[in-house]
């Protein structure tokens, strides 16, 4: 069966950082475009970045764009999320989302609804 594994959450101060890594088996996980969302306590679930299958195309929300970086290695069926410069509002779980895609260059997109598999997620918080 699919399993997404994250780990790598914890407690951080606000402007520190932190690498959240999502361990992929049960699938080929080259065809999969891949994604991190984050849900906080009280909110709905938001997108935060994806990766296209070869890892040559991304995206990010607004939010976190120019602090945060996805990455993959295929070969080690993982995807990643560097977070710095963290700030409270950043707090959330963190899950890993993987979707099938049929361009190699195609980014899964920020619709949660569109992507097959999900992890069980990783808390992160962070401290004013």
């Known amino acids: 069966q699919v399993q997404l594994v994250e780990s790598g959450g914890g407690l951080v101060q606000a402007g520190g950082s932190l690498r959240l890594s999502c361990a992929a088996s049960g699938l080929t996980f080259s065809n999969y475009a891949m994604a991190w969302f984050r849900q906080a306590p009280g909110k709905e679930r938001e997108f935060v970045t994806t990766?296209?299958?070869?890892?040559?195309?991304?995206s990010y929300a607004d939010s976190v764009k120019g602090r945060f970086t996805i990455s993959r290695e295929n070969f080690r069926n993982m995807v990643f999320l560097q977070m710095n410069s963290l700030k409270p509002e950043d707090t959330a779980d963190y899950y890993c989302?993987?979707?099938?895609?049929?361009?190699?260059?195609?980014?899964?997109?920020?619709?949660?609804?569109?992507?097959?598999?999900w992890g069980q997620g990783t808390q992160v918080t962070v401290s004013s």
């Open positions: 989302a993987g979707r099938l895609s049929l361009s190699p260059r195609g980014t899964g997109g920020s619709n949660d609804r569109e992507y097959d598999y």
């Open positions: 990766i296209s299958r070869g890892g040559g195309s991304t």
